[in-house]
């Protein structure tokens, strides 16, 4: 099963895979409830959005008998297929339905919904914590344990072909993780994920180790962490959790509120400009 680990120099603790895919499904719920697509008016809107090559806006008026249109747009939004035209866009640039859907959460949701996003969306991409606000991100955690936000565990039988096995209880890792932020405040703790790369690594940098990057295993592991730890303090994207840093936004930075607003093509035109040629 996959993982979601925490390093730091002196340590590491996981997450159960499991419940990396509950923290996406609190994150991608939110914006189907956002959405509303029981609203025809709101259907409406999205449809018109929708590229004019996408199978949405091609078959917004589908044989009764079909797939109903909200079920195909909310699987459409949450899996969206990179390689067909956007379900979201404007003026021919496509907006990003994973980045809206994060930014939804960042928008309305609590601390721990918002770390929900921020672990889901960069735990590949080494999301971390300075020594400093460890603290602050084990409080986060334990507020959404007491919340029930995030689960303390679940239930599960390792072999449901044998009948005889019985459910058992599973720590999903968060008591860990908390300890571990605890444990010290002098050290930063960084995420990854366990089918990607881990923590530390060469990143984009591997080039300057060789030209296969194998200068990279000749370090110590020492100055592994720290050579990592460089890159990653200055690298793009604004990885860093840290508390009072609202507004996160995520990407061309709009939300589904955007897309419904009295002035939507305002701010989508602002949005997609400030983004340049990318969306």
């Not at 590491?12 to 994150?27: F, H, K, P, T």
């Not at 590229?51 to 589908?62: K, M, N, S, V």
């Not at 919340?147 to 565990?153: D, L, T, V």
């Amino acid at each position: 099963m996959s993982r979601v680990y925490f390093h730091s120099p002196s340590g590491d603790a996981e997450l159960r895979g499991s419940e990396r895919a509950w923290l996406s499904g609190l994150v991608n719920d939110l914006a189907i409830g956002i959405l509303a697509l029981h609203d025809p008016s709101r259907v409406d809107r999205l449809i018109s959005l929708a590229a004019p090559g996408h199978y949405i806006a091609l078959h917004a008026d589908r044989n009764p008998n079909g797939m109903r249109l909200e079920t195909a747009y909310r699987l459409a939004f949450l899996h969206g297929d990179p390689y067909t035209d956007a379900l979201v866009q404007h003026r021919g640039r496509p907006v990003d339905t994973f980045t809206l859907g994060l930014n939804t959460a960042m928008l309305l949701g609590n601390d721990q919904i918002r770390l929900a996003a921020r672990l889901h969306a960069q735990c590949e991409l080494h999301t971390w914590v300075d020594g400093p606000n460890r603290a602050w991100l084990a409080d986060v955690m334990e507020a959404g344990l007491e919340s029930g936000i995030y689960r303390r565990g679940i239930q599960y039988v390792p072999d449901p072909a044998r009948d005889r096995d019985e459910p058992q209880w599973v720590s999903q890792g968060w008591e860990d993780v908390i300890t571990l932020l605890r444990a010290r405040d002098d050290e930063p703790v960084v995420a990854s994920f366990s089918v990607t790369e881990q923590f530390p690594n060469p990143g984009r940098m591997w080039q300057e180790f060789g030209e296969s990057g194998d200068g990279w295993y000749e370090l110590s592991a020492a100055d592994q962490w720290q050579f990592a730890m460089d890159w990653l303090r200055q690298a793009p994207g604004n990885l860093e959790l840290k508390p009072d840093d609202d507004p996160y936004r995520f990407g061309h930075g709009l939300t589904i509120h955007d897309l419904f607003a009295h002035d939507w093509e305002d701010r989508l035109d602002r949005a997609l400009s400030d983004m340049g040629e990318d969306s």
